[in-house]
């Protein structure tokens, strides 16, 4: 069974930095797509970056391009999310969602919720003063 765990969540001041981390097991393949999504008290969830690993893409949303950066460990089944630049509007529940699939593919990744079927439990970020 596919598992997904986030962690280094904490809280930073305004300008600060933080590396969240995301460790996957049970793929039952090496084709996947992944992503980081957020969700603020009252608002919905939103992407924020994603991997296709297949073509080797990466999106992000425009609210954090130049500032975020999303990498991965292919030997350790770990993607990172490196956020530099911290706001308060960057306070969230950070998650990771893993989709994977039977074989390979050439589409590029989505941050469209929906697509996604294994989630982590979220890290909570939270930029404050």
């Known amino acids: 069974q596919v598992h997904v765990a986030e962690s280094g969540g904490g809280s930073v001041q305004p300008g600060g930095s933080l590396r969240l981390s995301c460790a996957a097991s049970?793929?039952?393949?090496?084709?996947?797509?992944i992503a980081w999504f957020r969700q603020a008290p009252g608002k919905e969830r939103e992407g924020v970056s994603c991997?296709?690993?297949?073509?080797?893409?990466?999106n992000y949303a425009d609210s954090v391009k130049g500032r975020f950066t999303i990498f991965t460990d292919n030997a350790k089944n770990t993607i990172y999310l490196q956020m530099a630049g911290l706001q308060p509007e960057a306070t969230a529940t950070y998650y990771c969602?893993?989709?994977?699939?039977?074989?390979?593919?050439?589409?590029?990744?989505?941050?469209?919720?929906?697509?996604?079927?294994?989630w982590g439990q979220g890290t909570q970020v939270t930029v404050s003063s």
């Open positions: 969602a893993l989709a994977v699939y039977s074989g390979p593919f050439t589409f590029e990744c989505t941050m469209r919720a929906l697509s996604y079927d294994s």
């Open positions: 991997f296709s690993n297949g073509p080797g893409t990466k």
């Open positions: 049970g793929l039952p393949t090496n084709y996947y797509m």
